[in-house]
């Protein structure tokens, strides 16, 4: 075998590796936001609740 061949064959891995590392550190990111999106879906629900509540309360006064 050519040695130019070994070369790009390395190179060829090297790259896909790449590729696949930051493939998954991209999809960890978006994991991570999706998350923080639920947690202040979570927040404003809480919110909107308690704000149903006073105005309840608020109309029977």
Do not use: S, T
């Not at 070994?6 to 696949?20: D, E, K, P, R, S």
């Not at 990111?29 to 923080?36: G, I, L, T, Y």
């Not at 947690?39 to 309360?57: F, M, S, T, Y």
């Amino acid at each position: 075998m050519d040695p130019i061949f070994i070369v790009f064959g390395v190179l060829g891995w090297f790259i896909n590796i790449l590729i696949v590392f930051y493939l998954i550190r991209f999809a960890v990111k978006a994991d991570e936001q999706v998350e923080a999106l639920k947690q202040i879906n979570k927040k404003q629900d809480a919110q909107i609740d308690l704000l149903i509540k006073i105005a309840h309360q608020n109309g029977n006064n």
